[in-house]
């Protein structure tokens, strides 16, 4: 439990009750888990050491490993906000097509953009909590803002 939600943890993913079953969903910032999962790997950045699982970045605390913001900043050259150019595009666990599909958007639907990796972009939904990996190719830069 975080907050009031409560959470589904299983293999290295977290999960909350949806409908009748269950949703993928990325951990809110602040979530404290008691291991990190197998396979997750070591990044060292400003000399502050952080477990990285997927796109899932943990720093070791007193209770275990909390969920903090993942280390990396928009591109300089990158706007903060992207349209979606193609009819329904997937929304992606981490940057790779190999990874879990947690949401799909809309063509036209802004995006507001929080961090890179080479072909990605990681991007926050509006209304909504949800962020994940969305290919570059597939938004635009260049749309009419109201």
Do not use: C
């Not at 409560?6 to 079953?21: A, E, L, N, T, V």
């Not at 300089?76 to 599909?101: A, K, R």
Request: glycine share 8%; proline share 8%.
């Amino acid at each position: 439990m975080h907050g009031h939600a409560h959470y589904h943890y299983h293999m290295g993913r977290f999960y909350r009750p949806w409908s009748s079953g269950f949703i993928l969903v990325r951990p809110p910032l602040g979530l404290v888990v008691v291991n990190i999962p197998l396979g997750s790997w070591i990044f060292v950045s400003a000399g502050v050491t952080y477990y990285v699982y997927g796109d899932v970045y943990y720093r070791r605390v007193p209770m275990g490993y909390e969920v903090v913001e993942p280390v990396r900043a928009a591109s300089q050259d990158y706007p903060g906000q992207v349209e979606v150019v193609i009819p329904l595009l997937d929304v992606y666990y981490g940057p790779d097509e190999n990874e879990e599909i947690i949401a799909q958007v809309e063509e036209f639907t802004i995006l507001d953009v929080l961090g890179i990796a080479p072909g990605w972009l990681y991007v926050s939904l509006p209304d909504s909590e949800i962020q994940g990996w969305v290919k570059e190719e597939y938004v635009t830069r260049d749309f009419e803002r109201n």
